[in-house]
């Protein structure tokens, strides 16, 4: 699960603020500015006919076309109700339009994607890698591309949409693509029958802040497709996977004593998190459908406990 700066509600809010001001934005270009500038038009002719005079008399010609300057930019600035609804347009379009189709922040609250991604991360989504998609509904106008193996995806989590609940933000890492027989047996990822290689690169310090604890975990450096990474993996633990409520993998998954193997449907994704063994991804509750996901996570612009982290995702 990962927060989002602002979440639905806010990217709703946004969208009406964005149509309020932006009607605003119309009408005082079109009739609010052509009424301003009427009453603009009648104070000049009324300052020439009476302040004008005596102000040329005293100060000279150049007092008088301050004067009256002042006169028309009094008449023409706008309300404060305009100003900050209709002045403020221009800046909330950019950010609507910045946030629902180029890139949107997120916060990392967990560690189910650890050691790629910390708990205080702040990152960037790109929001059109896969797709131009409408805000708020994210149904997908122009498709430019689909997610790859080993990209970092932000989606909506399945079980909730397909219940109709509220929609949380999860994030993890494509493993299998549509067609691709998935196996995660014995703690060994294995990809149309082909193991993925994960080299042993030393021990790992996790700390769970959820269960206020800390212990020792082994490293591996995974190749996934044409991306490296690293991924953690307790000895510990044990292999099984136990399905939940709500999950969509019935006639696609089958689960083992040590582990479960999955065909991936066609519009769909199987995704794990990196930190293996404490991450409740597609192990659990299934596939993620093409119009579950949100972007590709690509930066990690800020980490305040540690600012060491700024840099890209791999």
């Not at 909730?160 to 196996?183: C, F, Q, T, W």
């Not at 293996?276 to 690509?298: C, I, P, Y």
Request: glycine residues 8%; neutral net charge; charged residues 20%.
């Amino acid at each position: 699960m990962i927060d989002e700066f602002g979440a639905k509600f806010f990217a709703m809010v946004l969208l009406v603020l964005t149509i309020i001001t932006g009607i605003l934005f119309v009408l005082d270009l079109f009739v609010f500015r052509k009424q301003r500038r009427a009453l603009a038009d009648a104070a000049a002719a009324r300052f020439d006919a009476g302040e004008a005079l005596s102000i040329r008399a005293a100060e000279g010609d150049e007092a008088v076309a301050q004067a009256r300057k002042r006169v028309i930019e009094g008449q023409m600035r706008q309300p404060w109700w305009l100003e900050w609804t209709a002045g403020l347009f221009p800046v909330i379009a950019a950010v609507f339009f910045l946030r629902s189709f180029v890139a949107e922040p997120f916060r990392i609250p967990s560690g189910s994607m650890t050691p790629t991604l910390l708990v205080g991360d702040l990152i960037l989504v790109n929001k059109y890698t896969y797709g131009i998609r409408l805000p708020v509904s994210n149904s997908k106008l122009i498709s430019t591309g689909s997610p790859e193996r080993g990209d970092v995806v932000v989606f909506r989590y399945p079980p909730n949409e397909r219940a109709g609940k509220p929609s949380v933000d999860y994030i993890k890492r494509v493993v299998g693509l549509p067609g691709d027989e998935v196996e995660y047996v014995n703690k060994q990822l294995s990809i149309n029958g082909v193991p993925v290689a994960a080299a042993r690169a030393g021990t790992y310090l996790y700390i769970d802040n959820d269960r206020n604890t800390t212990w020792s975990t082994e490293r591996f450096d995974e190749t996934l497709g044409p991306v490296k990474h690293s991924i953690l993996n307790n000895p510990a633990a044990g292999p099984e996977v136990s399905l939940i409520a709500g999950g969509d993998y019935e006639g696609a998954c089958s689960t083992l004593p040590n582990g479960i193997k999955c065909r991936v449907p066609s519009g769909k994704y199987f995704v794990m998190g990196d930190n293996r063994d404490h991450s409740q991804d597609s192990r659990f509750w299934g596939f993620v459908d093409d119009e579950f996901v949100v972007g590709k996570a690509f930066f990690v612009w800020m980490n305040f406990s540690n600012i060491s982290r700024i840099g890209r995702i791999q």
